[in-house]
């Protein structure tokens, strides 16, 4: 049991929260609400640290978990009154950008990617195949729209139109967020919301992140050497490596691989 001593200060506390790969509503492994409720909640309450650290390597995903993400976080910075910082890895692109924002600070190595602020839908139309195989698709509905951008079936031009007013209301949703935490901050001159990534010294002019810096050397600096940093993420289970699971999982890494590739990394 930890003994403590009367009138002798104790030394500052950084709960570190790991937000790194995929954000998305299922899957072992993505960053979802549901898995990272407890890590959060945890690293807020534990010690009543002097901050929270975000240590955020993600090339975006689900716009609604991102969300709910943000949002936990901001409710407990705010009730706790914990400031919270952002620092970028690799990338914080689309909802890992999202992320960050919800940080009352950001800071990024030089070669960081950040941004990306847009959405996108993206998918396969199979209907020129079966065809050619002899395959008969038989889809019956109540509602004409059930059967919206059906993969086996010709694109319609009015289902593509509904899809893109959907990701443009997502997209204004996004917009709010940035602006709503960035402020002022933020380049009035340049379009900042096309969807564009920059490295961070140019993000850090643009007001999209704070300023060039590593998280233990920022933090020491900040708060002294002895600064304590404990650190949370989503622990996977021992026997989730076995079985049915590895098959999920080596689809859900490829899909990953694919999503960082897209920014060079």
Same mark, same amino acid.
């Given at each position: 049991?930890?003994?403590?001593?009367?009138?002798?200060?104790?030394?500052?506390?950084?709960?570190?929260? +790991?937000? /790194?790969?995929?954000? $998305?509503?299922?899957?072992?492994?993505?960053?979802?609400?549901?898995?990272?409720? &407890?890590?959060?909640?945890?690293?807020?309450?534990?010690?009543? &640290?002097?901050?929270?650290?975000?240590?955020?390597?993600?090339?975006?995903?689900?716009?609604?978990?991102?969300?709910?993400?943000?949002?936990?976080?901001?409710?407990?910075?705010?009730?706790?009154?914990?400031?919270? %910082?952002?620092?970028?890895?690799?990338?914080?692109?689309?909802?890992?950008?999202?992320?960050?924002?919800?940080?009352?600070?950001?800071?990024?190595?030089?070669?960081?990617?950040?941004?990306?602020?847009?959405?996108?839908?993206?998918?396969?139309?199979?209907?020129?195949?079966?065809?050619? /195989?002899?395959?008969?698709?038989?889809?019956?509905?109540?509602?004409?729209?059930?059967?919206?951008?059906?993969?086996? +079936?010709?694109?319609? &031009?009015?289902?593509?139109?509904?899809?893109?007013?959907?990701?443009?209301?997502?997209?204004?949703?996004? %917009?709010?967020?940035?602006? $709503?935490?960035?402020?002022?901050?933020?380049?009035?001159?340049?379009?900042?919301?096309?969807?564009?990534?920059?490295?961070?010294?140019?993000?850090?002019?643009?007001?999209? %992140?704070?300023?060039?810096?590593?998280?233990?050397?920022?933090?020491?600096? +900040?708060?002294?050497?002895?600064? /304590?940093?404990?650190?949370?993420?989503?622990?996977?289970?021992?026997?989730?490596?076995?079985?049915? /699971?590895?098959?999920?999982?080596?689809? +859900?890494?490829?899909?990953?691989?694919?999503?960082?590739?897209?920014?060079?990394?």
């Amino acid at each position: 049991m930890k003994r403590y001593i009367p009138f002798v200060k104790s030394n500052p506390t950084v709960a570190v929260i +790991r937000l /790194q790969g995929m954000i $998305a509503g299922a899957g072992r492994g993505a960053l979802n609400d549901a898995s990272l409720a &407890p890590v959060i909640e945890k690293a807020f309450a534990r010690g009543k &640290p002097a901050a929270v650290a975000l240590e955020i390597n993600s090339p975006g995903g689900s716009p609604v978990q991102s969300s709910l993400i943000g949002a936990r976080i901001r409710r407990l910075a705010e009730e706790k009154e914990i400031p919270v %910082i952002a620092f970028v890895e690799d990338v914080a692109a689309s909802g890992g950008y999202w992320l960050a924002v919800a940080a009352d600070e950001i800071y990024a190595d030089e070669s960081s990617i950040v941004g990306s602020i847009g959405v996108i839908s993206a998918g396969f139309g199979v209907h020129e195949l079966m065809a050619r /195989q002899g395959v008969e698709r038989r889809v019956y509905t109540s509602g004409k729209s059930k059967s919206m951008l059906d993969p086996f +079936r010709p694109e319609k &031009p009015e289902d593509v139109e509904r899809l893109k007013t959907i990701l443009a209301d997502v997209h204004e949703n996004f %917009i709010d967020h940035v602006t $709503a935490r960035r402020g002022d901050k933020l380049d009035k001159e340049t379009e900042l919301f096309t969807g564009e990534v920059w490295l961070a010294k140019k993000a850090q002019a643009l007001g999209l %992140i704070d300023g060039i810096g590593h998280l233990q050397p920022m933090l020491k600096d +900040r708060f002294g050497d002895k600064v /304590q940093l404990r650190r949370y993420g989503v622990r996977r289970p021992f026997l989730a490596r076995f079985g049915a /699971q590895m098959v999920d999982d080596a689809a +859900r890494a490829v899909e990953e691989r694919a999503a960082f590739a897209q920014f060079g990394l």
